[in-house]
């Protein structure tokens, strides 16, 4: 079975710092994208930071670049984000996801997801 296990969100303050990690386990990427996408109440899904195994690229939404780092060590077969100056809209519920072979920012093509991880972010 696939199973991607998030952790790392918590609480903090307006310009505080978090680093996510997702651990993937039964599969590996192969030329796919892998990623983030984050859920608020009221509002879709959005794949906000998220790379694409085959190249090393990365692709971020607009309002996270700059302050959102996306990275995949292969070998320990996690992904990571690191979040900096966090502001109170980046509030959501993070989740881990993989194999999208279509666009990486497109949060309704990843096949598999974690169980999501809350960051909270006050002003």
């Known amino acids: 079975q696939v199973r991607l296990v998030e952790s790392g969100g918590d609480s903090v303050q307006a310009g505080g710092s978090l680093r996510l990690s997702c651990v993937v386990s039964?599969?590996?990427?192969?030329?796919?994208?892998m990623g983030w996408i984050r859920q608020t109440p009221g509002k879709e899904r959005e794949a906000v930071a998220t790379?694409?195994?085959?190249?090393?690229?990365?692709y971020y939404v607009d309002d996270v670049k700059g302050r959102f780092t996306v990275s995949h060590d292969k070998a320990k077969n996690t992904v990571y984000l690191q979040m900096n100056n966090l502001k109170p809209e980046d509030t959501a519920l993070y989740y881990c996801a993989a194999e999208n072979l279509h666009n990486c920012l497109h949060a309704e093509s990843y096949k598999y997801w974690g169980q999501g991880t809350q960051v909270t972010v006050s002003s």
């Open positions: 790379i694409y195994t085959g190249s090393g690229g990365t």
């Open positions: 039964g599969f590996t990427s192969d030329g796919s994208c």
